[in-house]
């Protein structure tokens, strides 16, 4: 199985600051890559897929980058609804397999 | 809009099984797979399998296989994930979520989720 590693577990930062968080894969999952967001007693949310395509409905202050085992999810401007928990998952290879995820809280 | 609802909690005892369910709406539910996945206490997710509503064909996490069978109906629109020889590492919230085939099978929407609890 690909394992993810989410980095860092838990990350606080200001208000309208820029916020990147990592994921990387224990091999090259060749961009199929996708990042949700769950907020606290919510079912996850899909933000981008495919490591870069903005879901419908997602502002666009989030962004994704990456390829080969190396991902990255930015916020551009942190807002006070972002405070959720941020997960990847990999698509490349069965079992599909998620990060552990990234805490984000307001500072 | 699309909408998957799905059943309410379930308490169960160990080596029983419980059949939970997920409600689709908005949508032609023949044209996405659904997937199932579970989230434990400490927040990780995992992957059980999904099927395919027009064929019923199933695709398995190996780790899952023998504990979870997924079924649908398609005349009301709803899938089925059926735990079967329930422990307590089997207590979680799991979803379904459906995807595209091939490479178009992100989690596009998401159900609220069902709580399974095992204890005696």
């Known amino acids: 199985d690909i394992q993810m590693t989410q980095s860092p577990s838990f990350l606080s930062a200001s208000v309208g600051e820029r916020v990147t968080l990592s994921c990387k894969a224990s091999?090259?999952?060749?961009?199929?890559l996708d990042w949700y967001q769950q907020k606290l007693g919510e079912a996850p949310k899909l933000l981008i897929y495919?490591?870069?395509n903005l879901h419908t409905g997602i502002p666009s202050r989030f962004s994704g980058s990456g390829s080969g085992t190396d991902y990255t999810l930015t916020i551009s401007s942190l807002q006070p609804e972002d405070v959720a928990t941020y997960f990847c998952?990999?698509?490349?290879?069965?079992?599909?397999?998620f990060g552990s995820g990234t805490k984000l809280e307001i500072k | 809009q699309v909408q998957l609802q799905q059943s309410g909690a379930e308490l169960a005892k160990p080596g029983s099984s419980v059949k939970i369910s997920c409600k689709a709406s908005?949508?032609?539910?023949?044209?996405?797979?659904m997937h199932w996945i579970k989230q434990t206490t400490g927040q990780a997710l995992e992957w059980t399998g999904y099927?395919?509503?027009?064929?019923?064909?199933?695709k398995y996490n190996e780790k899952f296989k023998g504990k979870a069978t997924l079924t649908v109906d398609k005349s009301s629109s709803t899938a089925y994930m059926q735990l079967s020889s329930l422990t307590p590492v089997d207590t979680a919230v799991y979803y379904c979520?459906?995807?595209?085939?091939?490479?178009?099978?992100?989690?596009?929407?998401w159900g609220q989720g069902t709580l399974v609890t095992v204890s005696s």
């Open positions: 979520a459906i995807g595209g085939y091939g490479a178009y099978n992100w989690f596009a929407y």
């Open positions: 908005g949508y032609t539910f023949t044209s996405y797979a």
């Open positions: 099927i395919a509503p027009g064929s019923g064909g199933t």
């Open positions: 091999q090259n999952i060749n961009k199929y």
């Open positions: 495919n490591t870069n």
């Open positions: 998952l990999q698509r490349n290879s069965w079992p599909l397999t």
